[in-house]
């Protein structure tokens, strides 16, 4: 069973740090391309950012200069570095991997997780 379990959110106030990570069971994810999106109340599923097998990273402009995207491929997990927070920065943050980047990029992905919540207070 293909699992992606993402672990780390949580409430913090708008300024802070915060570190997403996301582990892969299941299955290898080797040659996959990994992302994380994110879902506000009432708002449809944004990409965030992804990186490829291959370390090319993609990130969505809101983030740009904030959130760091890394991966550890031996231990099959992916993270999210958040800093400088804002209040618009709060949903749920998915995790998601792909045989390709660009797919991901389009908001797509062939596994997901369930998500963990995170919430800026202002």
């Known amino acids: 069973q293909v699992q992606l379990r993402e672990s780390g959110g949580g409430l913090v106030q708008a300024g802070d740090s915060l570190r997403l990570s996301c582990a892969a069971s299941?299955?290898?994810?080797?040659?996959?391309?990994m992302g994380w999106f994110r879902q506000a109340p009432g708002k449809e599923r944004d990409f965030v950012a992804a990186?490829?097998?291959?370390?090319?990273?993609s990130y969505a402009d809101s983030v740009k200069g904030r959130f760091t995207i890394s991966r550890d491929k031996a231990k099959n997990t992916v993270a999210l570095q958040m800093n400088s927070v804002k209040p618009e920065d709060t949903a749920v943050y998915y995790c998601?991997?792909?045989?390709?980047?660009?797919?991901?990029?389009?908001?797509?992905?062939?596994?997901w997780g369930q998500g963990t919540q995170v919430t800026v207070s202002s």
């Open positions: 998601a991997a792909d045989p390709t980047i660009e797919r991901l990029q389009l908001n797509l992905g062939a596994y």
């Open positions: 299941g299955r290898t994810f080797r040659r996959y391309a």
């Open positions: 990186i490829s097998w291959g370390d090319r990273l």
